[in-house]
């Protein structure tokens, strides 16, 4: 089962993403540039209406050449696969490499929150955890974040200046040192490098 060790190529063994108002676009941008053969999985927390079914994975998958669903509980993460939270459930990392779902309450007035997200990535890979912060109104993704740099792992944001909505990132770099703030079209090239071991902090 991937857990922390299962990646050994890379430097890291997970990317767990955030974002909120203007995600959409800002996660299409991302992921649309990286490459087919990502080597490590990443889980996105999006928060979305909970009244409605999502087409999110939908419309992400006609831009992007990675594999992108709706998070199910249970199954194991694999690399270069994108699992995105389903509205009204938290997304969660378990021991082991697998995902759990949950209705627990909402952190920060959301569910899915970024911020449990973080925490439950954090505890199973420790500093192989690469989480990365977009654009978003409140401050969810903070407090996860802080976790992740306790743990030894790295945290990118996107720029305020250049978010569409600059909350969630000038949050998360008033909470932590942050390693890197870059402007939306410069994170998905970092996040590359980061995780292949090309590219330094």
Known sequence: MPGPDAFEATAYGIVAVGSSAGGVKALL??????????????????????RHDTILADILNRRSRLR?????????????????APPDRHLLVRPGGR???????????????????????AE???PATLACVLTGTGSDGSVGAGVVKSRGGTVVAEDPKTAEFKGMPQ??????SVDLVLP???IASALVGLVKGTRTL
């Open 29 to 50: 941008a991302i992921l649309g540039e990286l490459p087919a053969d990502f080597p490590v999985p990443l889980v996105v927390v999006q928060h979305l209406d909970p």
């Open 68 to 84: 992108i669903k709706l998070a199910e509980g249970g199954e194991s993460l694999e690399p270069g696969v994108v699992y995105v």
């Open 99 to 121: 995902l759990g779902l949950s209705v627990t309450e909402q952190v920060k007035f959301v569910r899915p929150s970024a911020d449990l997200l973080f925490e439950s990535v």
């Open 124 to 126: 199973v890979y420790g």
């Open 171 to 176: 949050s998360v770099a008033k909470a932590v």
């Open 184 to 186: 939306l079209d410069e």
